[in-house]
């Protein structure tokens, strides 16, 4: 059983668009975060949740809204997606906010 | 402001060398915790470990072991007799604590390990 999942593993998509990404974790883990990794694999966080409640925000658009409707799932919406949105978006999961966290594999956005 | 510098961009070694790779941190915490990650070409990331500021002992896994210094501000891990399997990009990380747990990520090594 995977750990941390997340749908899809690619997405390609237009301009202008919005778009979702999916991301559940069968830990039993209390803390999800979403990652940015850029073109650079340059690692910056976005979001971090603790208990379905928002913990952290790193000065991400307001595009990009997470949403968490329970501790095992943190799904990431982005609207009118922008050329600069092209990455590789990971989600994970940890204990608590201490400890190591465990990484999905991945979804590559790629906006043409 | 936390930071982690990976100085080393990408390294190129032939397998069964010994190949380090630095990773030099900046805190104002007293209290924090290190980490190493692998993302192999296939793109995930792998937790490699952990270590919190009061532990300073080094640590071995295999083939794996890391070095800890807190009087260089440093966390280096070296891989022993290098595979091809472990060509990869690694990372090492940083997060602060109590209650505050994302990492802060170097900007990786890209470790190349031909046969």
């Known amino acids: 059983d995977t750990a941390v999942s997340q749908t899809p593993k690619y997405l390609v998509t237009q301009m202008g668009n919005d778009k979702s990404i999916k991301c559940e974790q069968n830990?039993?883990?209390?803390?999800m975060y979403w990652y940015k990794q850029d073109s650079k694999k340059f690692l910056k966080i976005m979001f971090s949740y603790n208990n379905k409640e928002l913990i952290i925000n790193e000065t991400v658009p307001n595009r990009f809204s997470p949403k968490s409707p329970d501790k095992a799932h943190l799904n990431l919406h982005i609207n009118s997606l922008e050329l600069g949105d092209s990455a590789v978006y990971f989600c994970?999961?940890?204990?608590?906010?201490?400890?190591?966290?465990?990484f999905g594999q991945g979804t590559r956005l790629t906006v043409v | 402001a936390q930071k982690v510098t990976q100085a080393q961009t990408e390294i190129s070694v032939v397998e069964k060398e010994d190949v380090t790779l630095d990773c030099v941190y900046e805190t104002r915490d007293t209290t924090y915790y290190l980490f190493w990650y692998k993302q192999p070409p296939s793109g995930e990331l792998v937790f490699l470990i952990r270590?919190?500021?009061?532990?300073?002992q080094n640590e071995i896994s295999g083939r794996y072991s890391w070095n800890f210094q807190k009087s260089t501000s440093s966390f280096n891990f070296t891989i022993t007799a290098s595979q091809v399997v472990d060509s990869a990009v690694y990372f090492c990380?940083?997060?602060?604590?109590?209650?505050?747990?994302?990492?802060?990520f170097g900007k990786g090594t890209m470790l190349l390990v031909s046969p």
């Open positions: 994970a999961s940890s204990r608590d906010m201490n400890t190591e966290a465990f």
């Open positions: 270590r919190n500021s009061f532990d300073e």
């Open positions: 830990l039993g883990h209390d803390t």
């Open positions: 990380a940083l997060s602060e604590a109590p209650g505050y747990s994302t990492l802060t």
